[in-house]
């Protein structure tokens, strides 16, 4: 599709010492998040362990280079706000808000405990950070457009970003959202899709089509990006495009691995909701933090 990009918006040009030293912190932050939902794992023994270490380098980017927010105010008029459509994700967000410093990182031992702020499901009247409750899929992109025109009608300079699952695109709703954004031009929302290939009925290509998932956001009326989303540098440059996009909305179709960072549950064969034996926990942190060290080295 036709785009506008207004270069007094582009990023300044960054040397590679400084992109190197951000993808560095980066990739501290999402081991730490991913290192959180593994101990908030734990505390119950099962969960949507696999999406959490599939979304955590997606997590770490939005949450310590991209939103605009004060953590110590989490209901800040101008933050930019972070909808999590898929309430089962909440695990993944938690960690997140702790590593963003909205969350102490000691109460994530609360997760899903009677009196908890932290329930299984994500829920806005919970917990602080959490903008939206998601467990019914297919709202956030309505919601989304809906806080967009608000804040545009406002003046406010805010940006609202939706993170939804490849799941949700077999919802109705998710699509008339999507048109009603491109309709009003709201180049202030990013919607996020986390295409991990998988949803709670089995492989997402069996369940319900969706690919060619680009084309059908770029056929909509949006600016879309395919990405590795287990690629930190590639996000960054996502994320950075969508954030200078005038015009029309943005996505950033994220492709992402299940279990990610953690072998023993890359390829565990019921990965939607797993159950993970006591004895395992601390095989799973072992090899995260293997995973880590030779992450490293590399560099995207
Ligand atoms: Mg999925």
Redesign the pocket.
Known sequence: MSSSIDSTLTPAVENSTDRAQRINALRESAYRIRRHALDMGEVQGQGYIG?ALGVADILAVAYKDVLNYRADEPGWAERDRFLLSIGHYAIALYAALAEAGILNVEELATYGSDDSRLPMSGMASYTPGMEISGGSLGHGLGVAAGMALGLRHQGSSARVYNLL???ELDEGSTWEAALACAHHGLDNVTTIV??????ADGP?AGVLRTEPVTDKWEAFGWHAIRVDGNDIGALLTAFDAARVHRGSPSVLVCDTQIGRGVPLLETREKAHFMRVEEHEWQVARDQLAHHHRNRKGSDA
């Open positions: 999406q699952s490849d799941g986390d295409v991990n290939a998988l949803q997402t």
